[in-house]
C-alpha cells in the first residue's frame, strides 16, 4: 500500500533512480524553504486544508517555533499536491506530510519530527518514535478519521489566527467543482 510508505524520496524511474530528477525536486524544495537565520534548513508541513485539528495543530507549532524552522501548505494546494506526486504518496492522502533533508514522512511520524522541531518541552515527545509504528500510527489514523466529527470543517481563510497564514508556503481555497482534492475523511 502506497499511503503505508513511511519516508519516501522522489518518484523512481522503470530505470532505477533518477538522480537528476531527484536532485532536482530536492533542490527546488529546498529553495523554495530556504533556511532559519542560523543556517539549518527549514522543513515543510502539508495539512489537510479543511481541517480545524490540522489548523490548530499548525498554530501551536507556531507558537512553539519562534526561529521559523517549518513552513506550511495544504496538502490540497498546488506545491502539496506536487510534493505528493514526486513522493509517490496518493493524492487524497488522509496524512500529513512533513519534508525534511530529501525526505517526506507520514502518520506519525511526520507528526513526531514536527514535535521535534519545536523549541518548548513538546519536543520531547519525538522520542515516542520507540513506540511501535502500528501502534503509534493506529492511535493517528483514529484521530484523523473522526477530526471532523470532533472538531469540525475550517479553512485557513477562517481561522482567526494569521500567524499560519504568514507561514504558508502556498494556499489553497477549495470550491465545490474541487472535491476530488479532499482527504478521504
Not at 72 to 94: C, H
Amino acid at each position: 500500500n502506497e499511503e503505508d510508505t513511511r519516508e519516501a524520496q522522489p518518484q523512481q524511474s522503470e530505470e532505477g533512480t533518477n538522480n537528476a530528477q531527484y536532485i532536482s525536486i530536492v533542490t527546488s524544495l529546498d529553495q523554495k524553504l530556504g533556511c532559519t537565520h542560523d543556517g539549518h534548513p527549514k522543513v515543510l508541513l502539508l495539512f489537510d486544508g479543511l481541517c480545524r485539528l490540522c489548523q490548530v495543530f499548525c498554530s501551536f507549532a507556531i507558537e512553539r517555533d519562534p526561529c521559523k524552522k517549518i513552513l506550511f501548505a495544504p496538502l490540497q494546494s498546488n506545491l502539496g499536491q506536487e510534493i505528493l506526486q514526486n513522493f509517490s504518496f496518493p493524492k487524497d492522502l488522509d496524512s500529513m506530510v512533513l519534508y525534511s533533508n530529501g525526505q517526506a514522512y507520514i502518520k506519525s511520524d511526520a507528526a513526531l519530527m514536527a514535535l521535534g522541531f519545536l523549541d518548548s518541552w513538546w519536543s520531547a515527545f519525538s522520542y515516542l518514535n520507540w513506540v511501535p509504528r502500528g501502534l503509534r500510527d493506529f492511535g493517528y489514523e483514529t484521530v484523523a478519521k473522526n477530526r471532523y466529527g470532533f472538531f469540525g470543517h475550517a479553512t485557513v481563510d477562517d481561522a482567526s489566527d494569521q500567524s499560519l497564514a504568514a507561514r504558508l508556503l502556498d494556499t489553497w481555497t477549495p470550491s465545490e467543482e474541487d472535491r476530488q482534492r479532499c482527504c478521504k475523511s
